[in-house]
């Protein structure tokens, strides 16, 4: 699993809604606006880095360590949702 690289499943599209003042997934059907930690991460599923590199990244970017369960535990919900894919 860490070395799967995510990426936002072509059904949604990610982006900042000033409005809304947070990240959203957007689909046909609507909207799924997301919260500061899953919009952090989905904004790195981009296809091009590893699920470890993800991790790292977030770890340095917020200057905290152990956020490898968490990430994983939101991924696997994300791909159940369809959010994202590998």
Do not use: D, N
């Given at each position: 699993?860490?070395?799967?690289?995510?990426?936002?499943?072509?059904?949604?599209?990610?982006?900042?809604?000033?409005?809304?003042?947070?990240?959203?997934?957007?689909?046909?059907?609507?909207?799924?606006?997301?919260n500061q930690s899953a919009g952090e991460i989905l904004k790195r599923c981009s296809g091009e880095q590893t699920v470890a590199a993800l991790v790292a990244e977030l770890e340095q970017a917020f200057d905290t360590t152990n956020l490898q369960t968490d990430v994983l535990a939101f991924l696997a919900m994300a791909q159940q949702q369809h959010w994202i894919e590998y």
């Open positions: 699993m860490l070395a799967a690289m995510p990426r936002v499943s072509k059904k949604f599209r990610l982006q900042w809604e000033e409005a809304q003042q947070a990240w959203v997934l957007l689909y046909p059907e609507g909207m799924v606006k997301l």
